[in-house]
């Protein structure tokens, strides 16, 4: 290990720039003659829109235009789409209602969008959209899912009667019932798992600029994906064709998922830009907005029976969840209760038969899609509690219960299409408990109770399948678009490196890792390496960043192409020294011939390759290699969680004592980034288990947490010191042997702290999130 390479702890190239306020954000950008859009957003989860009246808007000061959903059907603006094609058991295809990017007709929730001012400033724009005048016919409205399917219910798209999209299943139904039916035991438990807003520090940002010269259009956009982002708008929104459209993604502010999608705002910016004669069009989301109209996530109403034999070995399990997606199908948002979900209920056990059944609705509410984990958190918190409420029910020891069920030999082929390639289980369980002194826990239980105080332990086992694997295979799950990544080298005839990668940064520290691999491969010091990524013209077509894909995926295409370059470069160098290509060795910046004292510096092969006065027979100049890496497998990051939290049993109020979390992420390029993402993910995952939840009123659909005074979001005062630390098996399946670590935490820590309050008060009836007067009930439930 370099002091820079893989396995260093190098502190973020990003940062300085971040810190010191220099970061160039979608909404620091002012172009010439800019102008400022403001939505007008419906006011009723469910209208008819009757009229609209821009008249009085249109002649207010500042104002340049005002359009509405009928300006956008005339000129053949298509809706947005959803890219992953679920059918459902019986085989039919899933309902996907439409979505306009303004609504026309009828509004689908609160906030819907049915008209846009633009106007000279921001102010101006929105003092304007005061002035347009709607007048809507109310319809009732459904918001909860559980009661979607009623026949009563109000209906939120005709393509989908009953409000049902799809009705699907994975796994063996006839084994499950089987199993279940041969059971010594079987624990049952009915799970709500909490709408979240995902509240990224950075809202949701778009400039639209169309140059009516060359008829050519530039997104400066919020986006995880800058090239989905243009492929959707091109191939299916039809904005512009994907040759006269640019996507530029900047420093980008978190995404933690709701940034991956394509939104009707950034639609509406690159239209408007045209419509109003080729002045650039921009949007930024106050709080308010962000709150109303981002993809939320989560959402699920979950029944799951786990069933035991005589020996505490799980024999089967079966689950029937319920999902809200929300008033339209969002980008991705079909997959993540169904791939990302079932395919992960067999947790880090060995589990003979599984069946799981998903029901995804529609309601009254604003688009559900993929929140850091997605899917994953939802399977985990299913198994976890399980594993716990089991273990009080058979009466054994909740890390001794999982032990037994663990997963040993790999590979290991899962009843729900996954096949585990590499882990140890028993590592991390052991660390954890070591780490968290679980033999000690009985006397620090009694000496809570001695001070009138409740203490409990949780545990949680998470796995999560991640670097979302071979295109073929999400082809044949209906995925729309493939999933691998790509990759450029360029060396430049100096020897600095630029590195174009299709992944995108936001919080990751790409800018650092991806070069600590060029460091270690190519000894060339980071500081004269540069990344770059988030622009469609200047990067070669890539897929973007989610799923904890960039290392496992991203770094392998960049692998790939440092690769060729080595090839190449070995090649002049043993041309050069004449020397055999075999003898060539890369070494501290130097090409050398092995077992002797020849070496030329790195820079001096580069410009040799561009001065391309002597190269090798036939070679083209140049030192520039692009790759594409398809992954052949997910990867399987999993670890265990070791919570403690302290109750007072008069207020309700939960204090987290320690928190334990031992990872197996493979390979680790930079421990520091991989602790501070772990440090995150579990910051989050305890705010939607203690604090978070989006609420909406059952009666009218109005959001109800709409702002940071009624959704309480976790800080610092609300978490412990974390115990972080990591266990490694290899992946086998990319070549640097990396797992992914961005979404862990949010995935393994819910459970644990929801295990840890139950075991605490006696009561295993609790919902998330566990704020005091819900713990304080449950206590007096069973008092």
């Not at 603006?77 to 459902?88: D, E, K, R, T, V």
């Not at 990017?101 to 969008?113: C, N, P, R, S, T």
């Not at 997104?219 to 299916?236: C, E, I």
């Not at 992954?631 to 004592?657: H, L, M, Q, R, S």
Request: charged share 20%; hydrophobic share 40%.
């Amino acid at each position: 290990m370099g002091m820079e390479g893989i396995g260093a702890p190098v502190k973020r190239k990003e940062d300085r720039r971040f810190i010191t306020g220099r970061g160039r954000y979608t909404d620091d950008i002012a172009l010439k003659d800019m102008t400022y859009a403001w939505f007008v957003r419906s006011p009723h989860a469910h209208a008819r829109i009757r009229s609209i009246d821009t008249s009085a808007a249109r002649a207010a000061p500042g104002v340049v235009g005002v359009l509405t959903g009928a300006d956008l059907a005339g000129d053949k603006i298509g809706g947005l789409i959803c890219g992953w094609m679920i059918h459902s058991k019986d085989g039919s295809p899933m309902k996907a209602g439409a979505h306009p990017a303004i609504a026309a007709e009828v509004v689908k929730h609160v906030g819907d969008q049915v008209a846009v001012v633009i106007a000279e400033t921001r102010n101006q724009a929105r003092d304007a959209a005061e002035l347009v005048v709607v007048d809507y016919e109310p319809l009732p409205a459904i918001v909860d899912p559980a009661k979607s399917r009623a026949a009563a219910a109000p209906q939120v798209h005709p393509e989908a009667p009953g409000n049902l999209i799809y009705n699907w299943g994975l796994g063996d139904e006839a084994a499950t019932d089987a199993a279940l039916a041969g059971a010594a035991r079987i624990v049952t438990l009915d799970m709500r798992n909490n709408r979240l807003v995902p509240n990224a520090i950075e809202p949701r940002a778009a400039i639209g600029a169309y140059d009516p010269a060359e008829e050519h259009y530039t997104l400066y956009n919020t986006s995880q994906n800058p090239h989905v982002a243009r492929l959707v708008l091109s191939a299916f929104v039809g904005v512009a064709p994907e040759h006269k459209l640019r996507v530029v993604a900047p420093d980008v502010g978190g995404g933690f998922g709701s940034k991956i999608f394509i939104y009707p705002e950034e639609t509406v910016c690159l239209w408007a830009s045209r419509r109003i004669g080729g002045r650039p069009v921009k949007w930024t989301a106050d709080r308010s907005e962000s709150f109303l109209v981002d993809a939320h996530g989560r959402d699920h109403v979950t029944h799951a029976e786990m069933a035991f034999d005589a020996d505490n070995r799980i024999l089967g399990l079966k689950v029937h969840t319920i999902a809200n997606i929300g008033a339209y199908m969002s980008t991705f948002s079909s997959s993540v209760p169904t791939y990302l979900y079932a395919t992960l209920l067999s947790g880090q056990y060995d589990i003979p038969a599984i069946y799981a059944e998903v029901d995804a609705v529609y309601t009254h509410t604003a688009p559900v899609d993929a929140y850091r984990g997605a899917g994953r958190p939802e399977a985990t918190y299913v198994v976890e509690r399980l594993m716990e409420t089991a273990a009080r029910e058979l009466g054994v020891d909740p890390a001794e219960l999982r032990r037994r069920n663990f997963v040993r030999s790999f590979p290991h082929q899962t009843p729900v299409i996954m096949a585990y390639d590499a882990g140890d289980y028993e590592a991390h369980l052991d660390a954890a408990l070591k780490i968290a002194d679980y033999a000690g826990f009985a006397a620090r239980k009694a000496e809570a109770k001695a001070r009138g105080k409740l203490r409990g332990i949780g545990f949680s086992c998470y796995i999560e399948a991640c670097g979302i694997a071979p295109s073929q295979a999400v082809g044949s799950l209906g995925a729309g678009v493939g999933l691998w990544e790509s990759a450029e080298v360029r060396v430049n005839p100096v020897g600095t490196v630029e590195v174009l990668t299709g992944c995108h940064s936001h919080g990751q520290g790409h800018e650092t890792t991806y070069a600590q691999l060029v460091n270690e491969r190519l000894g060339i010091p980071i500081d004269q390496i540069s990344i770059v990524h988030g622009d469609t013209d200047k990067v070669q077509f890539g897929m973007g960043t989610y799923g904890s894909r960039s290392g496992a995926v991203g770094m392998s295409a960049v692998l790939k192409a440092i690769e060729k370059v080595e090839a190449k470069a070995k090649k002049i160098a043993a041309h050069l020294m004449e020397a055999s290509e075999a003898d060539i060795v890369i070494e501290g910046g130097e090409l050398k011939v092995a077992g002797t004292d020849k070496s030329l510096p790195f820079f001096q092969v580069a410009l040799a390759a561009y001065t391309a006065h002597n190269l090798p027979a036939g070679m083209e100049p140049g030192l520039k290699e692009g790759a594409f890496y398809d992954p052949t497998n997910f990867t399987f990051p999993a670890g265990t969680y070791i919570c403690e939290v302290e109750i007072d049993p008069d207020t309700g109020k939960t204090e987290i004592c320690s928190f334990v979390a031992v990872d197996d992420f493979g390979k680790i390029i930079n421990p520091m980034i991989v602790e501070g993402q772990v440090h995150g993910g579990v910051t989050q995952g305890l705010g939607q288990a203690l604090l978070e939840n989006c609420v909406y009123d059952e009666e009218s659909g109005q959001l109800i947490t709409g702002s940071m005074m009624d959704y309480a979001m976790p800080r610092a005062s609300d978490v412990p010191s974390y115990n972080v630390t990591t266990t490694e098996t290899v992946c086998p399946g990319n070549p640097l042997g990396m797992k992914g670590c961005g979404e862990a935490g949010a995935i393994g820590s819910p459970p644990a702290l929801i295990n840890a309050i139950t075991d605490a008060i006696g009561n295993n009836d609790l919902s998330m999130p566990a704020t005091p007067e819900k713990v304080w009930r449950a206590i007096r439930a069973v008092a």
